[in-house]
């Protein structure tokens, strides 16, 4: 996943930042430690990763949106896939709209949205790991490390020791849905604690997913 860009705030396209796509009466996450709202940090179409949502018949694969508490950083273990400081929802793709923010005046918009949006592109590449790949990719084209926002699909590539989730139904190991890079813009990118990289999974039969960082 490559920099592509501003992004269209509402659009039904992978992208980090702008406003989460939704089925109408979704309410916005809260965080399960301050219960403060949480920041919309990316939306990613499953259909762009060629993995159905689950393991019926649906003609599409829905979406992820991903939130993470960013009220008192560092304070409400926000990297867990358990302790209740991110969420990844899943939805089908069909009826969304944009998702209506908590009330005015609950917090500051920059708490609930970063502060640009970023188109994705999605650049195939040969390499056998995701660190390497993103090396290669800014060789080969000339541009910054920065501008590589992460990968769709494949193994994650851990910073520090392997953490994937277990789902919480099947408790089988869960799949990499996509790994993030902080952004190119150090005033608008997500943080995972500086510098860090974080992971989505999902549990396709199960319809479940997590969310975490390491750094």
Known sequence: MTYGGPGEPEGLATRTGGIPLTPAGTTWPHCATCHGPMQFLAQIVLDDLNRPMDSGNKQDGGVMAIFMCQNDPGMCDEWSPIAGGNRALLFPADGLAPMSAPTPGENDEEVLRLGAVSAV????????????????????SGNELRNVLGQLGGQPDWLQGDETPRCSTCTHPMDLVAQFEEGPDHSTAMNFGGCGTAFAFTCAPCVQAAFLWQC
Do not use: Q
Not at 121 to 130: E, G, H, I, M, Q
């Open 121 to 140: 592109t999605l650049v195939p590449s040969p390499a056998a790991d995701y660190f390497s790949a993103r090396e290669e990719w800014a060789s080969r």
